[in-house]
């Protein structure tokens, strides 16, 4: 289903034990965004030939110069850091934990939102897509899985794939596991996280993951009018059959690390009968 990915650039570079310039992560991020020379280099207000230099290091880029070129390439915050150092400029951005007391209000309104949805579960993630915070129903549910997939860390892909985790219980396997395998490879695509890399990797090494990846695909010739508008999540649970649908939020003009690799995941039910089963087990688990 995912194919091996090719080396980059900046890998290349740092197979011949030279640490990567700002040139070659530049480069990288351009190929990885599927951007020209001189598709980018208009974006920005340069010469191509100017762009060209600064990639093969004949010249020197000035912080603002990679700030806008990172813009431009949607890097995210952690990696522009990255350039910055390998460009020989000092980091700009921070990365404060969400306890930290400059991020009160911001933990503070991610507790609201978590609380005010209910009975629905919600998350909110980082970067790999572990799991930072979880309200009363998404811990009702996260309640079924084995102690092994809950430490050190809750990981939503692990938990969701793992053919002891909630893929044991999840009725439509094969639509559900395609879109998350598709998030994830998304994911390692335009992230450059050597983490969410290694997670593929094990996810795709599960028998059931396998499994599937083998597997002929469906008939494409399904009427669209029959298919359903989103694809569910579907969990057979003691207390019934549970169809859920979800979306994914992120912050807007974020200038911290955290905040700019968090995502907040809000889960709703997907028809009438889920929607009273989800408000049966938060009023039983208030009892």
Known sequence: MIGRMHDSPAS??????RPP?????????RSRRRRSQMDLALDV????????????GRARASPAMVEALAGALDVPLRER????LAAGYAPRYAARSLDDAGMHQVRSALDRLLRAHAP????????????????RPAQALTALLPPELTQPVLNVFRASLHPQGLAALTGNFGDWASYLLATLQRAVATSADPGLAALQQEVLAYPNVAALAAASPADASVNAADAPLLVPCVLNLPQGQLAMFTTLTTFGTPRDITLDELSIELFYPADEGSEALLRGMLDAGAG
């Open 81 to 84: 850091n990255r350039l910055l």
């Open 21 to 29: 310039g700002v040139g070659d992560l530049l480069r990288d991020w």
């Open 45 to 56: 207000g340069v010469s191509t030939r100017h762009l060209s230099c600064i990639e093969t």
């Open 12 to 17: 290349a570079s740092a197979s011949t034990n």
């Open 120 to 135: 629905n579960p919600g998350l909110v993630l980082d970067r790999q897509w572990n799991v930072v915070l979880a309200n």
